[in-house]
């Protein structure tokens, strides 16, 4: 099974700055990876998959990079619907499909 | 629009059974695979099980095989997952998600999600 670490477990920014996620899986999981972003209370949403594309709809301020074994999210100029907690997934190796623990976004 | 909407969840007893559905509008139910991913209450993201667009591949995590079993009805455009034996640690949020494809396709994430359903076991 991959293990996916994210990092840090909490990150405090202040609206209109970076916040620069970072992941980690046990093993290469090639461009195999995706990002979703979760408010309290709702389903996630998913963002960016194989490492880099946007999901439709999405911000061009979220992006992300990375290949193997370590992968970034950043958010460019965050807005206050921004912060919330975001997990990457990898789905390159399964079963089983595993998440990281997630990164929690607040405001600072 | 799509929409995975959930029905089914609350409290079952430990070695009892619960069964989940999840009943899926504007798209082409029928080719699409499909997931269960629970979150247990303050954690977070696991994933359950999945099935092939026909049902005929399906997919479970270890802690749920065997106790677990997700099915489909392509008639009815619905997605199931059938929990027997149900223990405390199943507690959780229970999502339906569509994947984007086939797992054995390299598609295996998901771009729409249902609204949550609530199983408590006590």
């Known amino acids: 099974e991959i293990v996916m670490t994210q990092s840090p477990a909490t990150l405090s920014v202040s609206p209109g700055e970076r916040a620069t996620l970072s992941c980690r899986a046990s093993?290469?999981?090639?461009?195999?990876l995706a990002w979703y972003q979760q408010k309290p209370g709702q389903a996630p949403r998913l963002l960016i998959y194989g490492a880099s594309t946007r999901a439709t709809g999405i911000p061009a301020r979220f992006s992300g990079s990375g290949s193997g074994t370590e992968f970034t999210l950043t958010i460019n100029s965050l807005q206050s619907e921004d912060f919330a907690v975001y997990y990457c997934q990898q789905y390159n190796n399964w079963p089983p499909i595993t998440f990281g623990q997630g990164t929690r976004l607040e405001i600072k | 629009e799509v929409q995975l909407l959930q029905s089914g969840g609350g409290l079952a007893q430990p070695g009892g059974s619960l069964t989940l559905s999840c009943a899926a509008s504007?798209?082409?139910?029928?080719?699409?695979?499909m997931s269960w991913v629970r979150q247990a209450p303050g954690k977070g993201l696991e994933w359950v099980a999945a099935i092939g667009s026909s049902g005929g591949t399906t997919y479970y995590a270890d802690s749920v095989k065997g106790r677990l079993t997700i099915s489909r009805d392509n008639s009815k455009n619905t997605l199931y997952l059938q929990m027997n034996s149900l223990r405390a640690e199943d507690t959780a949020v229970y999502y339906c998600a569509k994947q984007i494809g086939s797992c054995t396709a390299g598609n295996c994430y998901f771009d729409y999600w249902g609204q949550g359903a609530l199983v408590t076991v006590s």
């Open positions: 093993q290469s999981v090639s461009s195999n």
């Open positions: 504007g798209f082409m139910f029928r080719t699409e695979a």
